[in-house]
């Protein structure tokens, strides 16, 4: 499949899309679109079947193949040992892999277990794949998107505080890979339904409240995020770098 950059600017072939917590959510539906569109797909994560079902299904489903790659991404070992697996040229990597801390209790013990594990589960996950392939990034193309959440913007303990991070880290990452003509971007999503996130606790009654606090009557779905996703990869959004894209239906007003 080929696209037209802008200002006549040179073709792009089919591109080579990596994607993080590729096997469930959002991260399966960011795939699922790059996948329809032709591109060669890579999903990556720690729970083997999960991710190799989703692989075999988006394959038939699409017809272009997508493979899986096991990893426990917030182990910096499990990470190098994986290097030789992934592409040599990645066009485009979405770092979605992350997750809340279910450690809970009293004391400094508990306290530190839930901030480290909300640290590395959402931090680390990104950093350690995005600095270890950031040399295999294309140059004038290349794209990185980084998904949070809008807890990171509104507060949200430790969890809020770990997808905060990575706003300052992706800018931090934008003006690095900016020179090579690689942009580096935020999605925030708000409420997505459909995900493995909330679990139980987003029964009928909470996605009514959660449904009456944006601007468009409805929580979020999959899709939804997976569509910001595509547009921020686009080459129409080239000169877009540095920034937080939230995908919230105005239950937070941009700031």
């Known amino acids: 499949m080929v696209r037209n ?14 994607i993080t917590g590729g096997g469930t959510g959002i991260g399966r539906a960011v795939a699922a679109r790059f996948a329809a ?29 997508v493979t899986p790659i096991i990893c426990d991404l917030a182990d910096p070992d499990d990470v190098e040992a994986a290097l030789s697996r992934l592409p040599d040229r990645i066009d485009v990597l979405v770092n979605n892999a992350g997750s809340r801390e ?28 995005t600095e270890s392939v950031r040399d295999r990034l294309t140059p004038e193309h290349g794209r990185v998107i980084t998904v949070t959440s809008l807890a ?7 969890y809020g505080a770990s997808k905060a991070a990575l706003h ?18 935020i999605v925030a999503p708000g409420t997505v339904a459909g995900t493995e996130f909330f679990g139980a606790r987003l029964n009928d009654a909470e996605l009514t409240r959660r449904a009456g606090r944006t601007l468009v009557g409805r929580v979020g779905r999959p899709g939804d995020v997976a569509a910001a996703v595509v547009f ?24």
């Open 168 to 185: 300052a880290w992706n800018h931090s990452l934008a003006a690095q890979l900016g020179p090579q003509g690689v942009t580096c971007n």
């Open 152 to 158: 990171a913007l509104r507060g949200g303990g430790s």
């Open 232 to 255: 921020l990869a686009s080459p129409d959004a080239g000169f877009i770098t540095g920034e937080i894209l939230q995908c919230n239906g105005g239950e937070l007003l941009g700031r």
């Open 37 to 65: 569109a032709g591109d060669d797909v890579v999903i990556v994560g720690r729970r083997r079947e999960v991710l190799r079902s989703a692989a075999d299904e988006l394959s038939a489903e699409h017809g272009h193949k």
């Open 5 to 18: 950059e802008t200002d006549g600017a040179a073709d792009m072939a089919t591109r080579t899309v990596v």
């Open 102 to 129: 279910a450690a809970a209790g009293a004391g400094p013990h508990a306290v530190l277990a839930r901030w480290r594990g909300d640290f590395e589960r959402n931090v680390l996950t990104a950093v350690l794949l």
